[in-house]
């Protein structure tokens, strides 16, 4: 059972930067993980922000390209969010699977089995 307990989050104003953190716990290392970063905002529905292979290739959403960053070393996985806007307000979810990234991970995370509990980014205009 993979456990995943994300870390990071907080208040900045807008055009600051946050690093989110993801570290997961019980996984089998050698089948390596896709994994990925998500959140919701209050009345919306979650939505991806960026995947990260177990190769480590990469996949954006558009509304975070060029200022997002996914990363992830050992047993940790970073977003680094640059330019920060107030629509980037919301609660970020990191999750994983122990197949390849599927494509369809990025609209909304749906069908990755393992979940964390999420960090709360909120930015001030």
């Known amino acids: 059972q993979v456990q995943l307990v994300e870390s990071g989050g907080g208040l900045v104003p807008a055009g600051g930067s946050l690093r989110l953190s993801c570290a997961a716990f019980?996984?089998?290392?050698?089948?390596?993980?896709?994994m990925g970063w998500f959140r919701q905002a209050p009345g919306k529905e979650r939505e991806g922000v960026a995947l990260i292979d177990r190769d480590g290739s990469t996949t954006y959403a558009d509304s975070v390209k060029g200022r997002f960053t996914i990363s992830k070393d050992t047993n940790k996985m970073y977003l680094q969010m640059n330019s920060l806007r107030p629509e980037d307000t919301a609660m970020y979810y990191c999750?994983?699977?122990?197949?390849?990234?599927?494509?369809?991970?990025?609209?909304?995370?749906?069908?990755?089995?393992?979940w964390g509990k999420g960090t709360l980014v909120t930015i001030s205009s």
């Open positions: 019980g996984y089998i290392s050698g089948l390596g993980l896709c």
């Open positions: 999750a994983a699977d122990y197949s390849r990234c599927s494509g369809r991970y990025l609209t909304n995370g749906n069908g990755m089995p393992y």
